[in-house]
């Protein structure tokens, strides 16, 4: 069974340029998370969906984040325009219906120069 | 303010020794934990949970021992092995493994040969 794919894997861009990332979930998870992981730290929920429903984006800075999972398979985060501070990993996550752990991918290592 | 701390940023451990990792959470809600491992760049793999209604938790070389009442938890690794050598973050959660994880900011494990 094929785990979370994200894409790209790295991704460096100028300040006040926008970037996006991309995530399919595991095959039949109908919960879809995105993570935001400084240098140091732990992941941090930026926001959750069930199915199509974005039930959790508290943690969303919806300034210049936003995310989409219109078929409520796979997902786009986006961040527009990209600030110095945005230099981090962004990790997708899901998990299934039976309410199991969550599943991590491989993560988008961002560089905002 | 952080609601899980691992306070200890690393630890070195012969192998076959045991390790033991510590995490201690301040949010009376949390009633699920887990441990993820995590090698350079990959996403966090899932490791082991518990429940706040147990407190022990055994899968294979891999024990979790939950305290509610000093909300202490820890990871015990016996024997320890040269792969075991990663960061591993411990994760809360309030209401399930599918909600929102609050991560602690990860302790690196060396096991020496």
């Known amino acids: 069974e094929a785990g979370v794919v994200q894409s790209p894997r790295y991704k460096i861009i100028e300040k006040k340029q926008p970037v996006a990332f991309w995530c399919n979930p595991i095959?039949?998870?109908?919960?879809l998370y995105w993570y935001l992981q400084n240098l140091g730290q732990g992941p941090e929920l930026l926001i959750r969906?069930?199915?199509?429903?974005?039930?959790?984006d508290s943690q969303l800075p919806k300034d210049r984040f936003s995310a989409e999972r219109l078929k409520g398979v796979d997902s786009t985060l986006k961040i527009q325009p990209a600030e110095l501070g945005d230099s981090a990993v962004y990790l997708c996550?899901?998990?299934?219906?039976?309410?199991?752990?969550?599943?991590f991918g491989p993560g988008t290592r961002l560089t905002v120069l | 303010d952080q609601q899980v701390k691992q306070n200890s940023p690393s630890l070195s451990v012969q192998e076959g020794r045991i390790s033991i990792l510590n995490c201690d959470y301040t949010?009376?809600?949390?009633?699920?934990f887990l441990w993820y491992k995590k090698y350079p760049a990959e996403g966090p793999t899932f490791l082991i949970s518990?429940?706040?209604?147990?407190d022990k938790n055994e899968d294979g070389r891999f024990t979790v021992f939950l305290n509610k009442s000093a909300k202490h938890l820890s990871l015990h690794i016996v024997p320890s092995q040269p792969g075991d050598s990663a960061v591993y973050f411990c994760?809360?959660?309030?209401?399930?493994?599918?909600?929102?994880?609050?991560f602690g900011k990860g302790i690196t494990l060396s096991v020496r040969p």
């Open positions: 994760a809360a959660s309030a209401t399930g493994a599918n909600s929102k994880l609050t």
């Open positions: 996550a899901s998990s299934g219906p039976w309410g199991g752990e969550q599943f």
């Open positions: 969906y069930e199915n199509e429903e974005a039930v959790d």
């Open positions: 095959s039949g998870h109908n919960t």
């Open positions: 949010n009376s809600m949390f009633d699920y």
């Open positions: 518990i429940s706040s209604i147990k």
